[in-house]
């Protein structure tokens, strides 16, 4: 499978845990983002890496939030202390021209309970 | 801010008809526009895009039609099978993000 893959497909956590997601865009493709979405909503941006560097970030999110693409390759989007409000479907999703043809991954659909 | 937005939350088509999906925009400077489609429990596929240098743009049984003077794209699906059921969102692109619509359900009837 070629195509942007998440990981976990799923994560249940207790509030105030602290999770991560894990995200493998296309290979060839430099630029990748995070996007979050609830029931019946559109996705809404996170953030956005060019190679290893994160260029844009929502104001969304908030300090607890952290994402990082270390290598220009794969990226986590970690959350502290998590809070009931944070769960939702988060998307990654990967391009090979800024902004333009994004290839979504099947998402990490987080509870906290 | 500068949104893009969906007539109809809801479309009920029959089997074998084809289907549009309407999408207004705001942003009169927006060059870019991308249809999604999004089954349960799935990310958005990507279906279409279409530059604001055209206004009609062709693939697979889909057709997107842009009218920049009223700011409106449309999503046109021929002969509609159960498997187009999924919600549909339309996408505009801004300087390094797409703002979203809230999305058309897009049922079929046997």
């Known amino acids: 499978d070629t195509g942007v893959s998440q990981d976990p497909r799923h994560k249940i956590t207790k509030r105030g845990q602290n999770v991560t997601f894990r995200c493998d865009p296309i290979?060839?493709?430099?630029?990748l983002y995070w996007y979050r979405q609830t029931l019946g909503q559109g996705p809404e941006f996170l953030t956005y890496?060019?190679?290893?560097?994160?260029?844009?970030k929502s104001r969304l999110l908030s300090d607890r939030f952290s994402a990082e693409r270390p290598k220009g390759s794969f990226s986590t989007l970690e959350i502290q202390r998590t809070e009931q409000g944070d769960s939702a479907m988060y998307l990654c999703a990967s391009s090979l021209l800024p902004n333009e043809k994004l290839f979504f991954g099947s998402g990490t659909q987080l509870s906290v309970l | 801010g500068e949104s893009v937005g969906l007539h109809l939350p809801t479309l009920s088509v029959q089997e074998g008809d084809n289907s549009i999906i309407n999408c207004a925009y705001s942003?009169?400077?927006?060059?870019?526009f991308i249809w999604y489609k999004q089954e349960s429990g799935k990310g958005p596929q990507f279906i279409i895009d279409?530059?604001?240098n055209m206004d009609k743009r062709q693939g697979q049984r889909v057709t997107v039609l842009l009218n920049k003077t009223v700011k409106h794209l449309s999503l046109q699906i021929a002969a509609t099978q159960p498997g187009d059921s999924a919600v549909y969102f339309c996408?505009?692109?801004?300087?390094?993000?797409?703002?979203w619509g809230a999305g058309t359900k897009l049922i079929i009837k046997p």
């Open positions: 890496f060019q190679n290893e560097a994160q260029l844009e």
């Open positions: 942003n009169s400077a927006s060059d870019y």
């Open positions: 996408a505009e692109a801004g300087d390094y993000q797409l703002i």
């Open positions: 279409i530059r604001s």
């Open positions: 290979s060839e493709h430099n630029r």
